[in-house]
């Protein structure tokens, strides 16, 4: 029962910060911020916890739940946490924090609802390091997209419509593709066994062979690949980063990319064993190719957040290369890599909103002296 209310904390975080604005414009924040305390204080505990064995399949699993939610169709509520998903919801929760923080004095109009879009948006993103069902893996990667769409279109910079429509755009469209492998999954299924389910375990111990297979884990593949985001299918991040306000930017570059190498650890690879092997050259290839392009690209920046956001793509090309290796020691430096990359690109984006707050710039060219404007800072 922990699991979902990990789920419920945030969730219900972002309903009362929603109205408390018309109260007093501090009580969104001390809510979201009081939330998210509470969730750290549910984690923590969880690292030493044991379960039940008739909960969980063989695996060092710390937490389970699991109960019917639309039977008919063979779909549970089932969540569970092993040390992958603890490791990346304590991240969520304290880049969530520290998201609250900065946003303490930037945001200043519809505070409430601004807090409860980022709680939502937090929210989706717990559901979906804890999810193994599929259907509720996609359930909360909606979830999880949505809110963030209002974040950028609402309070972002000048072109925020134009980014929010194209993030949305890229990320709905990976996700409906990814649905759709996610029902040729369970279907081929119900075909070969005679039960409906979309549990991960059962679709674990009969994956999918051939074309057919090869066919279903591109679906997945592709929809993790725009969120990684990988070249050639990174072009909505830097625009989206741009435009975003400083928390926004935050989640999307330190929570939301790791939900797509989560989902390549999680699914797309342990689900499509041989077709994953089969694609193994092409994926490593598409994280070299990210790791150059995307560092020259930062390279080439005048504007400071354009260039944090071109070595996010650079950086998380590392992620697809190491995933794809198929070695052990490289899944290890893949998720250190992720969690390095939140802590990092997290704080730098930080730095970035600090530095436009105080200059009303982002062009590198016109920020010489900033020993002199930020000496604290420097």
Known sequence: MILVW???????????????????????????????????????????????ASLIEPGHWLAAFDMPWIPAFGISFRLDLDGLSWLLIVLTVVIGLFSIVVSWTEIEDNVGFFHANLMWSLAGSIGVFLALDLFLFFFFWEIMLVPMYFVIAIWGHENRRRAAIKFFLFTQGSGLLMLLSILALAFQHDQETGTLTFNYFKLLADQPAGMFGYLIMLGFFIAFLVKLPSFPLHTWLPETHTEAPTAGSVILASILLKTAGYGLLRFAVPLFVAAAHNIAPIAMWLGVISIFYGAVLAYGQNDLK??????????????????????MLAWQGAVILMIAHGVSTGALFITVGSIQKRLHTRDLGRMGGLWTDLPRLS
Do not use: C, Q
């Not at 910060?17 to 969730?39: C, M, Q, T």
């Not at 944090?308 to 793509?313: H, L, P, R």
């Not at 650079?314 to 198929?326: D, K, P």
């Open 6 to 52: 990990l789920l419920l904390v945030p969730l219900a975080g972002g309903l009362l910060a929603w109205p408390s604005d018309r109260i007093n414009p501090l009580l969104p924040r001390v809510i979201s911020f009081a939330s998210l305390l509470l969730e750290l204080v549910l984690l923590l505990p969880l690292l030493h916890a044991s379960t039940p």
């Open 306 to 327: 354009k260039l944090v956001a071109y070595s996010s793509i650079s950086h998380m090309g590392f992620v697809l290369l190491g995933i794809y290796s198929f070695n």
